[in-house]
């Protein structure tokens, strides 16, 4: 893989391991290696995205959403409301895997109304087909701009935490799958099941799906 594209996927370990740790070698050996998946699995568990939002598990892939043309999705950092109001392009990077039954990118809140009061989590913001046709290559690497939803099982909706609630996550979790007879949660919140702190985890499991990436941004309402 060439190093321009590493140093892409790598803007979202960047947040974790510090913008003096990454040299031309480390760029090279942390798109390859395990050590990459193994810092962004690090920060999942420590925002508690893992355990609260998903279970524990090994990323296979690099996921890396942009809201407009240079502002990357990069574990935790800060978006304002107005900066995330359309469907994002993404970039996504697995290098271990050469083919796929097929993708899925969703956006869960499982911050709402708030993380101290979560009676509505989670929330579904997102659940799109992720194109994979025509790729040929060694490795999975695609990029989805903007307009390349298609199809989209949930259609997107922006984050729009209430005022007074402190910050959200809003993570981006990617699955893997058969896409044929997907079936949408029959509502928003708790993605349908009714239950609280109820979520991408459970319908993931419903429809088969298995998690091999995921990302996350931080974002409240500037009334508090």
Same mark, same amino acid.
């Given at each position: 893989?060439?190093? =321009?594209?590493? $140093? %892409?996927?790598? @803007?979202?370990?960047?947040?974790?391991?510090?913008?003096n740790?990454?040299?031309?070698?480390d760029q090279t050996v942390l798109g390859q290696a395990e050590g990459g998946f193994d810092s962004i699995r690090r920060a999942l568990v420590k925002a508690d995205i893992i355990d609260e939002v998903l279970d524990d598990f090994k990323p296979q892939c690099f996921v890396v959403?942009?809201?407009?043309?240079?502002?990357?999705?990069?574990?935790g950092n800060i978006f304002k409301q107005s900066k995330t109001k359309e469907r994002p392009s993404m970039k996504i990077y697995c290098p =271990?895997?050469? $083919? %796929?039954?097929? @993708?899925?990118?969703?956006?869960?809140?499982?911050?709402?109304?708030?993380?101290?009061?979560p009676k509505w989590s989670e929330v579904c913001h997102w659940i799109g087909i992720i194109p994979t046709t025509g790729n040929q290559q060694q490795e999975l690497e695609?990029?989805?701009?903007?307009?390349?939803?298609?199809?989209?099982?949930?259609?997107?909706?922006?984050?729009?935490?209430?005022?007074?609630?402190g910050y959200h996550r809003y993570v981006f979790v990617l699955?893997?799958?058969d896409i044929a007879n997907l079936t949408a949660p029959s509502k928003r919140y708790h993605w349908g099941t009714g239950k609280d702190?109820?979520?991408?985890?459970?319908?993931?499991?419903?429809?088969?799906?298995?998690?091999?990436?995921?990302?996350?941004?931080?974002?409240k309402n500037k009334k508090q």
């Open positions: 893989m060439h190093l =321009k594209h590493v $140093s %892409t996927y790598l @803007l979202a370990l960047v947040s974790i391991i510090g913008p740790c990454v040299s031309a070698t959403p942009f809201y407009g043309k240079k502002r990357p999705v990069a574990l =271990k895997i050469k $083919s %796929t039954p097929g @993708l899925i990118i969703s956006l869960t809140d499982p911050d709402a109304p708030s993380r101290d009061n695609l990029t989805v701009t903007n307009n390349d939803w298609e199809h989209e099982l949930m259609e997107y909706k922006p984050p729009g935490p209430p005022p007074k609630t699955l893997q799958g702190r109820h979520g991408v985890r459970n319908w993931a499991k419903e429809q088969g799906l298995e998690v091999i990436g995921a990302n996350y941004f931080i974002e």
